[in-house]
Nanobody, 114 residues
Framework: QVQLVESGGGLVQAGGSLRLSCAAS????????MSWYRQPPGKQRELVAT???????NYVDSVKGRFTISRDNARNTVYLEMNSLRTEDTAVYYC????????WGKGTLVTVSS
């Protein structure tokens, strides 16, 4: 059974930094894209960043220049480095992995205080 376990969320002041991790375990094969989504309170889930198996990255405009997505293929792990955090970055962050099947993590809460 495949599991995605996120970690690294928490409470941080505006301007601060956090690093999220998402490790995939179990029988997961041929991982293609790895992504981070977020869902702010009362809003819809949105795609934040994606990294392909070849290392290409894409970001939503609101996080460009502040967030960096990376991956460790040997560990089946994806990271999201978040700098210059803003109150509007407050959300539950979910990792999403597309392999032969697609998988979601359970989410980790990031709260940015003013």
């Amino acid at each position: 059974q495949v599991q995605l376990v996120e970690s690294g969320g928490g409470l941080v002041q505006a301007g601060g930094s956090l690093r999220l991790s998402c490790a995939a375990s179990g029988n997961i094969f041929r991982i293609n894209n790895m992504s981070w989504y977020r869902q702010p309170p009362g809003k819809q889930r949105e795609l934040v960043a994606t990294i392909t198996s070849g290392g290409s990255t894409n970001y939503v405009d609101s996080v460009k220049g502040r967030f960096t997505i990376s991956r460790d293929n040997a560990r089946n792990t994806v990271y999201l480095e978040m700098n210059s955090l803003r109150t509007e970055d407050t959300a539950v962050y979910y990792c999403y992995v597309r392999a032969l099947r697609s998988y979601w993590g359970k989410g980790t809460l990031v709260t940015v205080s003013s």
